[in-house]
Every structure is written in C-alpha cells, then in structure tokens.
C-alpha cells in the first residue's frame, strides 16, 4: 500500500505529537485581549516573584540579620499564612472580579516591597524585625490573590475549547518567569555589584508595570464563550460546587459528627489524605530550592556561586519538557505515572548526598552534582506533577472534583509549615556560616577536617530518605489507592 493510499484510509497523514501539541494552541485566536493581557502580567509577576523566593532565606540572613533558625520560623509565617490565604482569597477575587483584585493585590504587593527595601537600610533593632515580618505578612495575601487571579482569569477568557490551550500556555509562561527570575539574581548581585535585597527595587518595578497592563489591557471581565456554550455551562454548574469546607459541613448536619467521620474513612477522600502525606516529601523538594539550596550553594561553592542560574535550570528544563514529553504521556496509567515520576524526583536527591572524592574541587563538584540533580528531579516532575491533580479527579466523584481538589492541600500546608520550622536548624546544623575571614563549609570539606555525618549532605540524605520511603510506601498500596478510580488511564484533556 502507498503512503499516500494509507493517509487517505486513515484520515490523513499522523502528525507528530509535539507538532499537534502546539497546533493545539491555535485555538487560543478566540481569546480576547483580556487573556493575554494576564499572561503578561503572568509572566511579568513570575519574574518578581521568582527571584524574590529564590533568594529570601539568604536576605533574611545577610541582610536583615537572622540567625538560620530565625529565618526558618520567618519563612514558616510567611508560607503558611500564604497557603491559609490560598482557601479564602478565591472569594475575595469573585467578589471583586479579576480587574480590581488585581489592582488590589498589586498595590498591597508594592506596599509590601517598599516596606521591605526601607528595612534593609534600617539599623539592627525590633523596629527593623517588625518591618520585615509586618512586610512578609502583608506579602502573603497578596500572593495568595495573586493565584486565585490567574486560576480565574485562565478559565473566565478562555472558551470551553480553548481552555486547556489556556491553561498549557499560562504554565510555560509562568516558567519562563521562573527562569527569568533566577537570572534576575545574578545579573543584580555579580554583574551589578548591588546587594541581593535590591531583588526588590525590581520587584517594585515590576508591579507597577503590572497595573500599567491591567489598566491598559484588562476591560471585559465576562465569561468567555463559545458557540453553544453558555447554556451548556450554566446546566452543568448549578449546584456543583460547594467547597471543602462547605461540603464537610454539610455532610455533619446530615449524618452527625460520628457517621460522617466514618463514611469519610470509608470514601476515596481518605485514599486521597493518605496518598498525599506519603508524597510529602517529594513536593516539598521543590520547597526546598528556596529553603535549604540557596544556602548549601553559597557555603560549599563560595559568595560568587551562581544560584540564580541554578535556581534557573529547573524552569527551563521544565519548559523544553513541556513540549517534548508531556504529550507522550498521557498514553499511560495515571497512579504507575504518577509513583514512577515521585520515585525519580525521589532518587533525584542522592547526588547532594554523595561526597567528593579526596583532593576533587569542592566548588565544581557541587556544581557538576547540583545540575545531575536538578536534571533528574524535572524528569520526574514533568511526569508525576500533573498525575497528581488527574488522579485526584479520576476518584472524586462527580461534582466533587473542587472539593478533592482543596483537600489536597491541607496535607501540603502542614508539611510545608514543618519543613520551613525545621529547616533552619538543618542548615544551622549540617552547613553553619562560619564568622569572617574563616574557611567555609566546602573548604573545610576540601581540607578533610569535617566528617560525612557533620557534613551538608546529611541534610540531603535527611531529606531523601522521607521521600523515598513515602513513595515506597505508597507502591505497596498500590491496589487499594487505584480500586475507585475512575479511569486508570489518563486523559488528554486534564494533562
């Protein structure tokens, strides 16, 4: 048979995933400018944001004068309080709609920023501690609103067929400003020679271009639609979702605190509890590129490592594998995916745990070893991240896919609340600063004066094992967290 008889049976000729994935775009020319209006502002919010988390624990300590543990319980607040923010500020953003939120959380951001560049000119005092923290506080739900802004701006001008277009393309440019963020660092502090707090003079830039775009571009806050679809989602959306909070309330008045505890113990919204504490450890990895990296970098490289082009890696690895692999890997099973994709961001951590060789250069190993794992780690990533939300829908039931959906960060909050605590005495333990004029970590590393157990890379083997043993434990039950599932294979669509 010819190739050309073959096309003609077949429905023509197959195009190649990658090329389908960004013909699959095209569909984005219905939007209106509202859509790309927020994936500027997307992306320019990334870039600020971004370089400003990267680089936090390392300004709360050389600039503002926190011990490591002090900056650990100040991250703590600062991260909790953000994700406490994330379950109520997505009302905030419905009640004002996206336009004037924006301009709220960017004038609250710009207030934020300003109060923390004054701080780093302060002298050392309780007036300086408490603009810092007063600053982090108020930056906290402005970050918050900030997400909820995207998640509804990204369905409300995207048509049903276009959203998943939206969507795909919000997450490249979010990482594009990721990556553009960690460059951020370095142009600032080596090429510039200006203190890293200055993350913020950029950031305060930034936000008034923000509401420069949302002045200019932003007028239409109205649903989107396509043809057919507005009568169509209305009957699909009525009394769909009524939250977690909601939904656990009611289940109380219908069934009594007692029954409803057991029917939740027997539902897959427990399946869904335990396989996220087992995962823990694996997203909080990417938490600790902002908590524990950026420290462990400059003490065992040096004061010129180059952790914005570290933290940079990632997101453009991310990036390139966005449109390589991604539309490959919806052909497989979401749960073996997902485990298969936590395992390799598990393992990823064992190249921070090996020690260098006798006589190797500290600062280049670290280097040569720090990419090895951040290349495995964005492997798994791109694989297990987006398996997560498709299995946590695929066992919701209908109409419950919100309330799976909030759950699931329940777990996170606490995980990541004990991280960012503990964390500080990690690096206070295993990679001290050493005062002035003392070698550091990597060069008494180099010099054989400190043993493995008194080493940095405890603090890897640490934080390894917790992930590894989580995801192991979560292949062992196998069979009971994919009984209810609704599809074991995953959609195009939700990928």
């Given at each position: 048979?010819?190739?050309?008889?073959?096309?003609?049976?077949?429905?023509?000729?197959?195009?190649?995933?990658?090329?389908?994935?960004?013909?699959?775009?095209?569909?984005?020319?219905?939007?209106?400018?509202?859509?790309?209006?927020?994936?500027?502002?997307?992306?320019?919010?990334?870039?600020?944001?971004?370089?400003?988390?990267?680089?936090?624990?390392?300004?709360?300590?050389?600039?503002?004068?926190?011990?490591?543990?002090?900056?650990?319980?100040?991250?703590?607040?600062?991260?909790?309080?953000?994700?406490?923010?994330?379950?109520?500020?997505?009302?905030?953003?419905?009640?004002?709609?996206?336009?004037?939120?924006?301009?709220?959380?960017?004038?609250?951001?710009?207030?934020?920023?300003?109060?923390?560049?004054?701080?780093?000119?302060?002298?050392?005092?309780?007036?300086?501690?408490?603009?810092?923290?007063?600053?982090?506080?108020?930056?906290?739900?402005?970050?918050?609103?900030?997400?909820?802004?995207?998640?509804?701006?990204?369905?409300?001008?995207?048509?049903?067929?276009?959203?998943?277009?939206?969507?795909?393309?919000?997450?490249?440019?979010?990482?594009?400003?990721?990556?553009?963020?960690?460059?951020?660092?370095?142009?600032?502090?080596?090429?510039?020679?200006?203190?890293?707090?200055?993350?913020?003079?950029?950031?305060?830039?930034?936000?008034?271009?923000?509401?420069?775009?949302?002045?200019?571009?932003?007028?239409?806050?109205?649903?989107?639609?396509?043809?057919?679809?507005?009568?169509?989602?209305?009957?699909?959306?009525?009394?769909?979702?009524?939250?977690?909070?909601?939904?656990?309330?009611?289940?109380?008045?219908?069934?009594?605190?007692?029954?409803?505890?057991?029917?939740?113990?027997?539902?897959?919204?427990?399946?869904?509890?335990?396989?996220?504490?087992?995962?823990?450890?694996?997203?909080?990895?990417?938490?600790?590129?902002?908590?524990?990296?950026?420290?462990?970098?400059?003490?065992?490289?040096?004061?010129?490592?180059?952790?914005?082009?570290?933290?940079?890696?990632?997101?453009?690895?991310?990036i390139i594998g966005l449109i390589l692999f991604i539309p490959l890997l919806h052909r497989f099973k979401i749960y073996n995916m997902l485990i298969f994709g936590a395992?390799?961001?598990?393992?990823?951590?064992?190249?921070?745990?090996?020690?260098?060789?006798?006589?190797?250069?500290?600062?280049?190993?670290?280097?040569?070893?720090?990419?090895?794992?951040?290349?495995?780690?964005?492997?798994?990533?791109?694989?297990?991240?987006?398996?997560?939300?498709?299995?946590?829908?695929?066992?919701?039931?209908?109409?419950?896919?919100?309330?799976?959906?909030?759950?699931?960060?329940?777990p996170y909050f606490l995980g990541k609340t004990i991280l960012a605590g503990v964390s500080g005495h990690m690096i206070a333990r295993w990679c001290p600063e050493y005062?002035?004029?003392?070698?550091?970590?990597?060069?008494?590393?180099?010099?054989?004066?400190?043993?493995?157990?008194?080493?940095?890379y405890v603090i890897w083997l640490i934080l390894g094992a917790w992930a590894l043993v989580g995801v192991l434990a979560a292949i062992y039950f196998k069979g009971w967290?994919?009984?209810?599932?609704?599809?074991?294979?995953?959609?195009?669509?939700?990928?």
């Open positions: 048979m010819t190739k050309e008889k073959h096309d003609e049976l077949s429905g023509g000729p197959k195009e190649s995933l990658v090329v389908k994935y960004f013909k699959d775009f095209a569909v984005l020319k219905e939007t209106r400018r509202e859509y790309w209006g927020i994936q500027i502002i997307n992306m320019l919010d990334c870039l600020a944001y971004f370089a400003l988390l990267n680089i936090i624990v390392v300004m709360l300590s050389d600039d503002y004068g926190y011990s490591d543990k002090e900056a650990g319980y100040v991250f703590t607040v600062f991260t909790s309080l953000t994700t406490i923010c994330l379950v109520f500020f997505g009302l905030v953003t419905d009640k004002l709609g996206v336009k004037n939120a924006t301009y709220l959380a960017m004038v609250g951001y710009t207030v934020a920023r300003a109060d923390l560049l004054i701080a780093a000119y302060m002298e050392p005092g309780m007036l300086r501690h408490v603009m810092v923290v007063g600053g982090l506080i108020l930056m906290a739900p402005c970050m918050a609103m900030v997400q909820t802004i995207f998640q509804t701006a990204n369905r409300r001008f995207t048509t049903k067929k276009s959203r998943g277009a939206g969507f795909n393309l919000w997450y490249l440019f979010m990482n594009i400003g990721a990556a553009g963020g960690g460059f951020i660092i370095d142009i600032l502090y080596k090429d510039l020679g200006l203190p890293r707090f200055h993350v913020l003079s950029f950031a305060l830039v930034l936000g008034v271009l923000c509401m420069a775009v949302n002045f200019l571009m932003i007028k239409n806050t109205g649903q989107l639609y396509g043809p057919g679809e507005e009568e169509e989602e209305e009957a699909e959306g009525k009394g769909k979702e009524i939250g977690l909070i909601g939904a656990a309330m009611a289940a109380i008045r219908e069934h009594g605190l007692d029954q409803a505890a057991k029917r939740f113990f027997r539902s897959p919204l427990w399946k869904l509890t335990v396989l996220i504490f087992l995962l823990l450890g694996v997203r909080c990895v990417f938490l600790n590129l902002s908590l524990v990296a950026p420290k462990f970098w400059l003490r065992m490289i040096g004061d010129d490592a180059s952790i914005g082009a570290l933290q940079a890696f990632n997101p453009i690895l991310v395992l390799i961001t598990a393992l990823s951590m064992i190249f921070l745990v090996i020690p260098p060789a006798q006589g190797w250069d500290v600062a280049q190993f670290t280097y040569i070893m720090t990419i090895c794992f951040l290349l495995v780690l964005t492997i798994g990533e791109l694989i297990w991240s987006p398996r997560l939300q498709e299995y946590t829908a695929s066992i919701a039931p209908k109409g419950q896919e919100g309330t799976y959906l909030g759950l699931s960060m329940v005062p002035e004029g003392e070698p550091t970590v990597g060069e008494r590393i180099a010099a054989g004066e400190v043993g493995y157990w008194d080493s940095p967290f994919t009984k209810d599932m609704a599809d074991s294979k995953s959609e195009t669509a939700a990928a």
